[in-house]
Structure formats: C-alpha cells, structure tokens
C-alpha cells in the first residue's frame, strides 16, 4: 500500500505562480510512476504531469506545457508540481497518484492506483 497526501493548492490571481507538494509514504518501492491529475467542476479528471519514479522521464498534458513542471525528491518521497502562469482555465482539484506497475498508459487515471485525497486551486481573472 501506499499513501499520498498532496497539498500547497489555494487562490492566486491569473498569471501567478503556485506549487504543489505530494508527499509519498508506506510502500514507496513499488511505485512507477507518479502522476498529477485535475477535476474541475462538471468534468471528467484529466492527466496534467507524470514523472518516472526512478529515472528522468516526464511527460505533460499539452494543456500545461512549458507552464509546468512535474519533479521529485526521492529522499524526501515527495513530487512536485510547480505551475507558472496560471490560467482561469487551470482551476481545479489537483490529485497526485501512484502507478505501481506502469504497463499502461500514464495518462490514464484508470493505471494509477493510489492517490491523494486533492488540493484545490482556485484562479481568479
């Protein structure tokens, strides 16, 4: 099992910057990849960000692109999402998860098993 706490969401200003924090406990060795997903209000959860576990490898929703960045501390079990000029449009309840077997496609919610209770991000115009 493992468990997922994110945090650092709350309200900014359109263009503004926040980061996020996930921070990763119990068994963390058996996870592949870690990944940041969204839920709005009416919609369906969307990939954002993923990140090899162990390796360097990420990848981004073309949503986010050159605005994010997904990292990670692997002493601390923690991954980040740092997001830069938000736009309205990036509202939202921010989860992280864990794919422990990475045989799938990463930008699926449905290859994640675990994942963060959500940090919402509200921003305003």
């Known amino acids: 099992q493992v468990q997922l706490v994110d945090s650092g969401g709350g309200l900014v200003q359109a263009g503004d910057s926040l980061k996020l924090s996930c921070s990763a406990s119990g068994r963390t060795v058996s996870i592949y990849n870690m990944g940041w997903f969204r839920q709005a209000p009416g919609k369906e959860r969307e990939f954002v960000a993923a990140?090899?576990?162990?390796?360097?490898?990420?990848s981004y929703a073309d949503s986010v692109k050159g605005r994010f960045t997904i990292s990670k501390d692997n002493a601390k079990k923690t991954v980040y999402l740092q997001m830069n000029s938000l736009k309205v449009d990036d509202a939202a309840v921010y989860h992280c998860?864990?794919?422990?077997?990475?045989?799938?496609?990463?930008?699926?919610?449905?290859?994640?098993?675990?994942w963060g209770q959500g940090t919402r991000v509200i921003v305003s115009s």
């Open positions: 998860a864990a794919d422990p077997r990475g045989a799938g496609s990463f930008n699926s919610p449905y290859e994640y098993n675990y």
């Open positions: 990140i090899r576990w162990s390796g360097d490898w990420t």
